[in-house]
């Protein structure tokens, strides 16, 4: 497996946890780090890995099922820093919203595990 | 300088070109690449070096002036690549907009240059 297949392997499983609701996943997925941040569409930011996976619990334990089809993921990586630009196509009845992602990952051990997921709402049709 | 010195100082680099618009500083801060992404709070991301510098060049062109107070900067650095998160107070007559930023940086002949910035409308108070 190539980095750049490494990573948007690493990236898919973010997204599968997501749609799992699988918190154990989620978890293995963040890097075991205090720096770590997460930014939810239209949230502060949230430091820390405490704060990050708390709010996926919230999320899990919330209504409804995300469905996500992925597009446009590009990936660069540099040593053992990596990032995956790509936009989050939320499936919804009758309807597609689009979130445009920015996910960095850090390899530590030969994992390479999530240290920044950056979502945003996107509300112009520029 | 260390190597977390010298990402914020590319960092405030990249406000201080946005407050000045000065075009020129923007399109030296930003790698000489293809790969580069930018995602303005709202917006589709926009990929490739002549997409970003022009949505630059637009927004410089545009009314107003935009001030930033730069609050909660955190920095990681993992050989030549780097992240930084933060918040970009938008300072306006009476009032202030926080938007939540990640900008990724790749040391390129010695110079960290932006390959990736993200930002997005905080439009919770949690």
Redesign the interface.
Request: charged share 15%.
């Given at each position: 497996m190539t980095d750049v297949e490494g990573v948007l392997a690493a990236n898919q499983a973010f997204y599968d946890a997501h749609e799992q609701r699988d918190l154990s996943a989620m978890a293995a997925l963040w890097a075991d780090d205090d720096?770590v941040?997460c930014?939810h569409?239209?949230?502060?930011?949230l430091?820390g890995r405490e704060a990050v996976l708390g709010s996926w619990q919230a999320i899990f334990q919330g209504p409804g099922r995300n469905q996500f089809i992925l597009t446009?993921e590009?990936v660069?990586v540099?040593?053992?820093?990596?990032?995956v630009?790509l936009?989050e196509n939320l499936v919804d009845t009758g309807s597609t919203t689009?979130i445009?992602a920015?996910n960095?990952f850090?390899r530590q051990n030969q994992r390479w595990r999530l240290?920044?997921h950056?979502?945003?709402?996107?509300?112009?049709s520029?």
């Open positions: 720096k941040v930014t569409p239209g949230w502060p930011s430091r446009e590009t660069s540099v040593g053992d820093m990596a990032w630009a936009y689009a445009a920015t960095v850090e240290v920044n950056h979502g945003s709402p996107v509300m112009t520029g």
